[in-house]
C-alpha cells in the first residue's frame, strides 16, 4: 500500500510538469475524480485490516491533499499567465497617429449671416423671417410702389403667378413685423432675393440682405445713423465709417444710400472702390408716413427708421471675396478656406 500511494504521488508530480489548464483539469479527474487513483485507494482500504487502515487512510488523505493544492497552485499560475497574456496582446498604442475625421464648416455665407445676426442682437434687436415667395402687395404696393409706379422697373421681378412673385428685397419683412407687432418695433431680418440680374461679378439673381426696422416714439435720422456705423464698427473695425448720400427709396423719406470706407484702401482710392473710397452697402431712410398708415401705425405718434444692406457685399468685403459668383459654385477650394 505504501508503495502505491508513492508511486501515484511520484505519477502526479511527474505529470503535472508543463501542463496546460485543459490538461490538468483532465489530471484532476484522472487522480481525485470519482474513478481516479487517489479514489481507488480509497475503496481499497476497506479491504485491509482496521490498523493499517487507519494509517494508510491518513497517508492517503495526505496525497489527495498535496494533490489538490499543487493542482489549484498551477491552475492559478497558469490564469494569472494567461491574463498577463492576454492584456499585452490586447494594449493598444496611445502614441499612434488617429484617425482623422473629415469635419464639414459652415459655408461663408450663413458664418456672415450668424455674425450680423449677433452684433444686431447685443444691440437689442430681434431677428425676424419672411417668406421668400410673397404677395405683390408685401413686396411693392404696402412699400408705397403703387402698380405702375417707376420704381418697378429698378427691380426685375420673378412672377409665379398674378400678383405672386419671388421676393426682390427684404422690405416687405417690414410690413409682416408692423402687422405683426405693435410699436416699439426693433427688427432685423436676413433673408434670400431674387431678381432677373444679367450675372456678372457683382450681380447674382440670388443674393442676401439683412432688413432692420426700427419704430418707436421720437426716432429720427441720428437713431438710424448711430444704429448703421456702431453695426459698421462692430463689422469691419473701428477705423471703418458710414457715409449716407441723399437717395430714393418710394418707402423712406428721406431716404439714403449707405456706403463705408473702402477696407482695401482706406479711403483713399483703389480698383475696388473705383478711386471713391467708399463701398456701397445698401439703402436706408426714415420710414414713409404712407407706409406706416398703410399698417395702422400713426405717423404723427411714431417714426421708424429701415435699411436693407447686401449680405454678400459684407462678406465680399470682410474676407476679400473678388466675385459674388465664388458663394453660389461651391467649389470646395473656395469653402475650405472659410473653416471657423
Ligand atoms: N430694399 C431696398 C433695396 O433692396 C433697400 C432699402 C431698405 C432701402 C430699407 C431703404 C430702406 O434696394
Redesign the pocket.
Known amino acids: 500500500m505504501k508503495d502505491k500511494i508513492e508511486q501515484i504521488k511520484m505519477e502526479f508530480e511527474e505529470k503535472i510538469k508543463g501542463k496546460s489548464l485543459k490538461e490538468i483539469k483532465e489530471l484532476e479527474t484522472y487522480f481525485i475524480g470519482r474513478k481516479g487513483k487517489v479514489t481507488e485507494l480509497f475503496k481499497m482500504l476497506k479491504t485491509l485490516p482496521k490498523m493499517q487502515r487507519r494509517e494508510f487512510g491518513a497517508e492517503i488523505n495526505e496525497l489527495k491533499q498535496f494533490i489538490e493544492k499543487n493542482i489549484s497552485e498551477q491552475v492559478a499560475t497558469l490564469e494569472r499567465k494567461e491574463k498577463i497574456r492576454k492584456l499585452k496582446e490586447e494594449s493598444i498604442d496611445v502614441t499612434l497617429p488617429g484617425i482623422k475625421l473629415h469635419t464639414g464648416n459652415l459655408h461663408i455665407l450663413s458664418q456672415t449671416i450668424l455674425e450680423v445676426e449677433k452684433i444686431f442682437l447685443s444691440m437689442g434687436f430681434d431677428v425676424m423671417v419672411g417668406p421668400e415667395i410673397e404677395k405683390d402687395y408685401y413686396n411693392f404696393e404696402a412699400l408705397n410702389i403703387p402698380e405702375f409706379h417707376p420704381a418697378r422697373d429698378m427691380q426685375d421681378t420673378f412672377y409665379l403667378a398674378k400678383k405672386i412673385l419671388l421676393r426682390t428685397?427684404t422690405?416687405p419683412i417690414q410690413i409682416h413685423a408692423m402687422e405683426k407687432y405693435k410699436p416699439p418695433i426693433r427688427i432685423i431680418a436676413v433673408g434670400r432675393c431674387y431678381r432677373r440680374d444679367a450675372v456678372d461679378s457683382s450681380h447674382f439673381p440670388i443674393f442676401h440682405?439683412v432688413?432692420g426696422l426700427v419704430v418707436d416714439r421720437k426716432v429720427t435720422f441720428a437713431n438710424l445713423k448711430g444704429t448703421l456705423a456702431e453695426f459698421t464698427r462692430e463689422m469691419f473695425g473701428k477705423d471703418v465709417k458710414v457715409r449716407f448720400t441723399p437717395s430714393y427709396?418710394p418707402?423712406?423719406e428721406p431716404?439714403a444710400e449707405t456706403s463705408i470706407t473702402c477696407v482695401l484702401c482706406g479711403g483713399k482710392g483703389c480698383p475696388v472702390c473705383k478711386y471713391t473710397g467708399w463701398l456701397e452697402m445698401?439703402?436706408?431712410?426714415m420710414v414713409h408716413p404712407n407706409v406706416l398708415r398703410g399698417v395702422g401705425i400713426d405717423p404723427e405718434v411714431y417714426q421708424g427708421f429701415?435699411?436693407?444692406w447686401g449680405i454678400e457685399r459684407i462678406a465680399m468685403i470682410k474676407y476679400r471675396i473678388p466675385d459674388i459668383r465664388m458663394f453660389y459654385q461651391n467649389d470646395l477650394r473656395f469653402l475650405k478656406q472659410f473653416k471657423g
Not at 282 to 285: E, M, R, T
Open positions: 428685397q422690405s440682405q432688413e427709396f418707402f423712406v431716404g445698401g439703402g436706408s431712410g429701415a435699411f436693407g
